[in-house]
């Protein structure tokens, strides 16, 4: 994986985590574009999702300047390895399916990532997304030095995504009331988190 060109997760059946393409807009759009999906999503993912929508995600993808430097991390010097994108599109025999990615925090939390994702109707229920988000959180522990903190949200109620990051070893952490309004019904949403482990903590 070090060139930034080739990072690629393969997995099981015929899926794998790579870099955006241009080639992905038509099945991206095809797939994202359901309330369904849209439904736990948040309203940044526009609805309905065309594929000039889709361009434009591809192309921040890529793009240089929305891309995080890997390696060992030090106060001193912060992260001197190559940069790599944070977004990657989850394929079915190289046909992108769905989306995770982790957004990088500011200020006092800039050792901290959220991560998120998303997959198509067609393939939930299958056990995908469970085995992406465990092999995508550890590529990014082994990427990004600075991470000390993976954090995570799901609407309350939606329990297949409460499973995947159980499984991913994400701890609840909380229940935030009244926190999400989404088609016109306001909703908690429960808190969950993963931490580097065998990181020196001061007190």
Known sequence: MADQTSIEIHLPNNVSIRQWRQTDVESSTRHLNN??????????????YTEADAEQWVAFCQCPSNHVRSGPWTSETGSQGQSHPTNFAITVDDQAVGGIGLDFQTDVYF?????????????WGQGIMTVVV??????????FG????????????????????????????????????????????????????????SV
Do not use: C, Q
Not at 181 to 194: D, E, L, P, T, Y
């Open 35 to 48: 309330r369904k999906v849209w439904d736990n999503l948040r309203d940044r993912i526009p609805h309905p």
């Open 111 to 123: 050792r901290t990532a959220e991560i998120g994702y998303w997959l198509g109707e067609a393939y």
């Open 134 to 143: 465990r092999a995508f959180v550890g590529w990014a522990w082994e990427t």
């Open 146 to 201: 600075i991470l000390v903190r993976i954090s995570a949200e799901t609407v309350e109620g939606n329990a297949g995504s409460a499973r995947v990051l159980e499984k991913a070893g994400f701890e609840r952490e909380g229940r935030r009331e009244d926190m999400v309004w989404k088609n016109g019904r306001i909703r908690a949403v429960v808190m969950w988190g993963a931490l580097r482990r065998g990181l020196h903590r």
